[in-house]
């Protein structure tokens, strides 16, 4: 397995395009490239520069989203032989964060052969790794499937390796074991979601890592902040000397009129707050999804004689109505008379219907509307403007140095600007920490 | 990649067979005996390499008649519970006949990844099987079963159905309208998606191909122009288009087509010009298929059309395979179904088809060919494995029912007709040339006995009477077997087990061998010992004598000996009694009862 740490704005996505055209000019024709990478966005912009060079993806170049790898080639072909279940649906529907409440949804989506996406990556990797109530049996078709897979599937290239999860290392190093080549690419400083498994892979398979420290977007004296926070290894360097760095306080301005009156590129912050909202816009669709299953669902329990298109049909349909006589009357409840008449005296099947209906909905008007670093991780723009919270206060001043999520939260907050950086300090951190400080302490990269 | 495993249940003729295949697969069976049917079977699964003929669903008609006639049985047997709704539906779902067509497939390790969403289950030897199933039955059982309720409700005001109204109302009993088709994975129960389904595609030329290149003016064959259409690239296409506007634009100056259209001249109306001039003649070029349609194939540079059938279908065959030989990038597997090659093939180019066929198959291109065949050309004498035999819509391949020494044996006697031997009414099977011949000149003698086959074989026949047997069920065909003892009392007795069935009856010789057993057999002594004494003056006075002396004769004494029994010269001469036995009960019915006593005395022999 080979790793190759390359930090924010080095030009991932063109060197692991490089990477996989020089090895696809020397593969034999039966066999295969996979490439994974984690959102559909890095599939497109490796398709398209693969597409410049070679005017087609080639037949045995294969891109996919992390989701589509693991079900189309590892659960879809070979979880039946070997646990006797087959899948004939998946979902993405929105699952509680209550972990008992998410468990008892997961199976009962199983029961109807429906899989979540949430589960891809265990189901996966009880597939290549093992899963511990494994006999003998299922060790011995387990090597037989390995045996077929390593057949077509010889180089396998991960993006954004650092959003890997636990099952997923498990898997990569089954797969490296049975020597099938693997490359990740990614970056330990933006794991948000403080898996750690990168780092993890970083130290198992240590004379296999190489660094790539040039970084094409900030410049350097961005990079000295954000060098600060990591070890010397880890440390970046740019071509680009000096970009402006401006620190502004809560308390000196008007957020308001500040807002109104100047424009940003990107304009981020680590979790809404009082004043600030993280608009998560990012599945538009879920409310619709879950929706539509929680309506099946129940039609199903009702109507015990009509046929699945049927009743899909007749979901699909007061799934659309409800929503839009939610949006026209704001008033869930009055909405919710649609169906009353499927529903009965269920509570439990009302309650899930009208959660459902209020998915994504709490729009707030009142506060600033920022993104969420996390949602803006691989952008970056010119001017870019950073609210800092007290989250992210203590590793800025170093006084906090663990490796985690929030850490590496900061780390892609720092590294988004291509030229203009403005940090806001929020009131609470200069309250921890007052002006002087701050503005002492961030002078040598202002300057 | 190949099919290596063809399982079919309940199509036409077909009630179920399951069989193992090679690269090349020729079906050999009388008429009617479900040839075709397979061949049709086999494609059920796959999408067709033809444009727009995908249609998967049967007809009532299709669904096997043994199985309609259970699931009629049952219903007549359970009117009362169906009406009652009482009847445990689980029950009525086992009856309700099922088409299904399964394939498994053998792949190469390069192959893998087309099939790797067929895997199927690992078998008990430790294999994955990938496979797919085509499946016809109804979407819902409960829906079949209230369309039953219905009928019998409203049958003649209620009254009960028995086995002669039923016939009256047996198509809308099973209601093939509530039935569809679905192609799956099978065991995993998985529906095959468009994008894999459409890598693995059928070629189909049934026997009826007589129209092929028939009239002077096309091609007349579909897959032949589609097949010239995918030889030609987009390149190709892009000159063709350019040559025909070419072509048109001289056509257009020639005949000075646009002042043939030039009315205004003519017109009282002041601007009809204005309307006029706008009309202009436009190419309109067909498209491909109907420009390659208009290119000929010809034989000596004579026109297709004006060669024989024979020709043609030759040609048609040729072009066909051909067009397979180059591996296709977006398909990864494809099955040829040839129904009767030989047809108005004279021998010659029977042979030179023949040997085509066998180079196709030993080509890696991923492409398997079924064919069904009636004549010898086409058996491949080299490869039994490549056979099925099909029978009575019983199919058995040669490579999993003859074991490998019988499979060799066949293929050292390339002059056997397996045709003669399985599917003969009547069939003597002999263990040498001599007996072979001895037999024949007696049948030739006697015309009311000329309708049974002689056939010589090597030792050892329980395998092939394990064959015959299986083809055979059911069938009014016999098959008596004549052995020689050759001292081994054992071989002997196990040979003889298979009198227990009716249609077969082994006989073996007393002596060792055939000679003093016919001097034993009735006034054949005197009658012979006159014979050799009048041709070769042997003066023999015993029958030991005599035995010795023609046994250790030479070869040509039998041989004038045959020929002169097939003259009719000595119409005396009996058969041993071994041989009369076999003949009699060729020409007897041969109950359970006497089977029995017919063993009694062939072991008594």
């Not at chain 1, 780092?199 to 240590?206: G, K, N």
């Amino acid at each position: 397995m080979k790793i190759n740490i390359a930090g924010a704005g080095s030009g991932k996505t063109t060197k692991m395009a490089e990477k996989i055209i020089d090895r696809y000019e020397r593969l034999p024709a039966h066999e295969n490239i996979y490439c994974i990478t984690f959102t559909n966005n890095a599939v497109e912009s490796i398709e398209t520069k693969l597409i410049d060079y070679f005017g087609n993806i080639p037949d045995n170049i294969r891109l996919s989203t992390i989701h589509s790898f693991l079900y189309q080639e590892v659960i879809k072909p070979y979880y039946y032989i070997l646990y006797n279940k087959q899948y004939t649906q998946i979902s993405s529907i929105q699952l509680s964060p209550e972990p008992k409440y998410k468990r008892s949804k997961i199976t009962q989506l199983e029961e109807a052969n429906i899989l979540h996406v949430s589960v891809f990556s265990e189901r996966a990797k009880w597939v290549i790794h093992k899963k511990s109530s494994d006999r003998k049996k299922e060790k011995e078709v387990r090597a037989l499937i390995l045996e077929k897979f390593k057949k077509y599937c010889t180089h396998i290239f991960v993006d954004e390796a650092q959003d890997i999860d636990k099952h997923l290392v498990e898997i990569l190093k089954k797969i490296d074991e049975i020597s099938i080549e693997i490359e990740l690419i990614g970056d330990p400083k933006q794991d948000l979601n403080g898996t750690n498994s990168l780092r993890m892979l970083l130290e198992e398979y240590e004379e296999n890592v190489e660094y790539i420290t040039i970084c094409h977007r900030s410049p350097q004296n961005h990079l000295d902040i954000s060098n600060s926070l990591f070890p010397k290894d880890e440390w970046q360097h740019s071509e680009k000397e000096y970009g402006t760095i401006s620190v502004l306080f809560e308390t000196d301005i008007n957020i308001l009129i500040f807002f109104n009156s100047t424009a940003f590129d990107l304009k981020y912050i680590s979790e809404k707050n009082d004043r600030y909202s993280t608009a998560q816009n990012t599945d538009i669709d879920i409310r619709f999804r879950t929706l539509f299953h929680e309506i099946t669902d129940m039609l199903n329990q009702s109507l015990d004689e009509i046929d699945e298109l049927r009743i899909k049909q007749i979901a699909y349909y007061l799934a659309r109505k409800l929503i839009s006589k939610y949006e026209q009357t704001n008033n869930e409840r009055e909405a919710m008379k649609i169906i009353n008449k499927y529903i009965g005296y269920d509570k439990k099947t009302y309650a899930k219907v009208i959660n459902a209906l209020k998915i994504n909905t709490n729009v707030d008007v009142k506060r600033i509307p920022l993104s969420s670093i996390d949602s803006i991780k691989g952008q970056e723009g010119d001017n870019c403007l950073f609210v800092l919270t007290t989250d992210l206060a203590p590793f800025l001043f170093l006084e906090k140095t663990i490796n985690n999520k929030t850490k590496n939260r900061l780390y892609v907050a720092l590294t988004r600007s291509l030229d203009k950086l403005t940090i806001l300090v929020t009131k609470e951190v200069e309250e921890k920490y007052s002006k002087e400080f701050i503005k002492d302490f961030l002078k040598k990269y202002t300057l | 990649m190949k099919i290596s495993n063809l399982i079919i249940k309940n199509f036409r003729n077909i009630k179920d067979i399951n069989i193992r295949l090679t690269n090349i697969v020729s079906l050999i069976g009388e008429n009617n005996s479900g040839k075709s049917n397979i061949l049709r079977a086999i494609t059920l699964p796959f999408l067709s390499n033809e444009l727009g003929y995908n249609n998967k669903n049967l007809s009532w008609f299709d669904i096997n008649n043994e199985a309609k006639d259970l699931y009629y049985q049952f219903i007549l047997e359970n009117q009362e519970a169906i009406v009652n709704e009482t009847l445990d539906i689980d029950r009525f779902s086992e009856v309700i006949p099922n088409v299904t067509v399964e394939v498994y497939f053998e792949v190469k390790d390069i192959e893998i990844y087309f099939v790797k969403d067929l895997t199927s289950r690992v078998d008990q030897n430790g294999n994955i099987n990938y496979g797919m199933r085509y499946d016809f039955s109804p979407k819902n059982v409960k829906e079949v079963l209230n369309r039953v309720k219905e009928i019998l409700i409203s049958y003649e005001k209620g009254s009960r159905i028995d086995e002669y109204s039923i016939d009256t109302i047996k198509m809308n009993l099973l209601p093939i309208d509530l039935y569809s088709h679905t192609i799956k994975v099978p065991e995993k129960n998985q529906s095959i998606s468009y994008d894999l389904l459409k890598l693995f595609k059928y070629t189909s030329l049934v026997a009826e191909r007589d129209d092929f290149s028939k009239t002077s003016e096309r091609l007349g064959s579909r897959s032949l122009v589609k097949l010239l259409e995918m030889k030609l690239d987009t390149s190709s296409k892009i000159t063709v288009e350019k040559e025909y506007t070419k072509f048109f634009e001289k056509l257009k100056s020639l005949s000075d087509m646009e002042s043939i259209i030039n009315w205004q001249e003519n017109s009282k109306i002041s601007n009809a010009k204005d309307f006029f001039e706008k009309i202009s003649i436009l190419p309109n070029m067909p498209n491909m298929s109907s420009l390659l349609n208009s290119v000929k194939l010809g034989y000596s540079g004579e026109h297709l059309a004006s060669q024989g059938l024979g020709y043609r279908n030759l040609i048609l065959l040729f072009v066909l395979l051909n067009s397979f030989i180059e591996k296709k990038s977006d398909i990864a597997f494809s099955i040829i179904t040839l129904e009767e090659p030989e047809a108005h093939l004279c021998s010659n180019n029977q042979k030179l088809m023949a040997s085509y066929m066998n180079y196709f198959s030993t080509k890696d291109n991923s492409v398997q060919l079924f064919y069904s065949t009636h004549s010898t050309e086409f058996v491949n004498k080299l490869d039994f494995d490549s056979i099925v035999i099909v029978n009575n819509g019983k199919a058995f391949s040669l490579s999993t029912e003859l074991s490998k020494g019988n499979k060799d044996y066949l293929s050292k006697n390339p002059n056997l007709d397996l045709y003669k031997l399985f599917f003969s009414k009547k069939c003597i099977l002999v263990e040498g040339l001599t007996e072979e011949l001895f037999i024949r000149s007696y049948f030739n003698s006697k015309e009311e006995l000329n309708d049974i086959e002689v056939i010589s074989f090597h030792k050892g026949f329980k395998n092939i009477m394990d064959i015959w047997l299986q083809i055979n069920q059911g069938t009014s065909n016999k098959l008596g077997i004549v052995r020689d003892y050759d001292n081994q009392p054992n071989a002997k007795k196990e040979h003889h087990e298979y009198n227990d069935y009716k249609n077969i009856l082994v006989t073996t010789t007393k002596e060792y061998t055939l000679e003093p057993e016919i001097l034993d057999t009735e006034n054949n002594f005197d009658l012979l010992q006159v014979y050799f004494n009048e041709l070769y003056d042997w003066n023999c006075t015993n029958k030991k004598e005599l035995s010795d002396k023609w046994v250790n004769a030479k070869s040509s004494v039998m041989l004038r000996l045959c020929k002169d029994i097939s003259n009719k010269e000595l119409t005396e001469l009996k058969m041993p009694k071994h041989i009369q036995d076999i003949i009699d009960f060729l020409y007897e019915n041969k109950g359970d009862d006497s089977a029995s006593e017919l063993e009694v005395i062939a072991n008594e022999n």
